[in-house]
């Protein structure tokens, strides 16, 4: 049986983890509920792909490509996305000035003819996720950070609060502020409580993973010697053809059984050392971010990475995103999430709400002694 000296060691530590990041924690978990709905917020967003009809049969990424270059000769296109199961259009990303980082912009254009658009107005969607994995200029290992308080939240709430299965069912409304707020934090503690630990788990490793792994990395290869860094070549001659990227992206689904195209990053396309790479999904499988690099010039595979057929550690690293972000079953699933998303901030704020009324009461109680103490006849 925990001891009451313990128990109150972690009620402190509950009360000072959950204030000092209850601010973050809120923006985090609040935008983390909303994001589930980003491509349909990007969608309701811009009036203009409202108005796109769905193509059956989208013309190919060749099609896409040929129209964005004759529209922009000059631009670097970097990223293509083809239509989903909410956005009817592809979208492109360009650089307009391949010199000038800030010239990027997001085109539309239509599927079924690969006619051009225009610019996309609004990134509303993309603007919830810079906020929720980075806090807009972060690290992501800062939102990894907070995954872990609100693991010691959960740890610590869960043995604090020893009888809140029997008080699962109460809520005194006619109480205090304090009170009230105290019971819907319980219920929400415990209702969500699974919930709450998937989310706090896959989102610490998606934000720490990364770091322990470059840390282990650097320490690994510490000790041996370090081959001399070799210049890069220049790459120089006249502009090679480009190859098929929809023969490319055919090469993908066979070589990746299940594989389903989301989006495809162009380096140097146009240029001598050019390549293209293909992200998706596994339409049969949970797994996240398959991955296939091909050559520019010759449609050649020169890589695949298929979570499947990688070690534990990387399978399981594979289900943190999906896992964490609920994009694998369906609008019902994307509903669930953003309901229990909003518990966890729900209990920032209410967290934060009882331990400022109880500083309140304690200084009330501390001024109503002092003023007890000074009055002649109730002291001593």
């Given at each position: ?266 380096q140097r396309w146009g240029q001598p050392g050019a390549s293209a790479r293909f992200t998706g999904n596994l339409s ?97």
């Amino acid at each position: 049986m925990t001891s009451r000296r313990t128990l109150n060691m972690l009620f402190i530590l509950h009360s000072w983890a959950g204030v000092v990041t209850g601010l973050l924690l809120f923006a985090v978990c609040f935008s983390g509920a909303v994001l589930v709905f980003k491509h349909e917020i990007d969608f309701w967003a811009n009036p203009v792909l409202r108005a796109v009809p769905r193509a059956s049969e989208p013309v190919s990424l060749d099609t896409v490509m040929t129209t964005l270059q004759r529209a922009y000769p000059q631009a670097a296109v970097e990223t293509l996305a083809p239509p989903d199961a909410v956005n009817p259009a592809y979208m492109a990303f360009l650089r307009l000035d391949p010199g000038d980082n800030a010239s990027r912009t997001k085109l539309a254009l239509r599927a079924d003819t690969g006619a051009l658009i225009g610019p996309v107005d609004s990134q509303l969607g993309q603007f919830i996720r810079s906020l929720h994995v980075f806090l807009f200029f972060g690290p992501r290992w800062i939102v990894g950070f907070l995954g872990v308080a609100l693991l010691v939240l959960i740890g610590t709430g869960i043995v604090i609060h020893r009888k809140i299965i029997a008080e699962l069912f109460t809520q005194r409304w006619d109480r205090s502020l304090r009170v009230v707020m105290s019971d819907l934090h319980k219920s929400a503690g415990v209702w969500g409580l699974a919930f709450h630990l998937l989310i706090a788990f896959t989102g610490a490793w998606l934000g720490l993973a990364p770091v322990f792994e470059r840390g282990f990395e650097y320490i690994a290869q510490a000790g041996a010697q370090r081959p001399a860094k070799t210049p890069k070549p220049k790459l120089t001659g006249p502009a090679p053809a480009m190859a098929s990227l929809a023969q490319m992206a055919r090469q993908a689904s066979s070589a990746v059984p299940g594989f389903e195209t989301r989006y495809v990053s162009l380096q140097r396309w146009g240029q001598p050392g050019a390549s293209a790479r293909f992200t998706g999904n596994l339409s049969t499988h949970l797994y996240s971010t398959a991955q296939l690099q091909f050559d520019g010039a010759s449609g050649r595979l020169t890589q695949a990475h298929d979570p499947r057929q990688q070690g534990f550690w990387s399978q399981v690293n594979g289900l943190m995103e999906p896992l964490h972000f609920g994009d694998f079953g369906g609008l019902g699933l994307k509903w669930l999430y953003f309901l229990l998303g909003l518990t966890p901030a729900f209990l920032s704020l209410s967290g934060t709400l009882i331990w400022l009324d109880g500083r309140r009461q304690r200084r009330v109680t501390r001024s109503a002694r002092s003023a007890g103490k000074g009055q002649p006849g109730l002291a001593g």
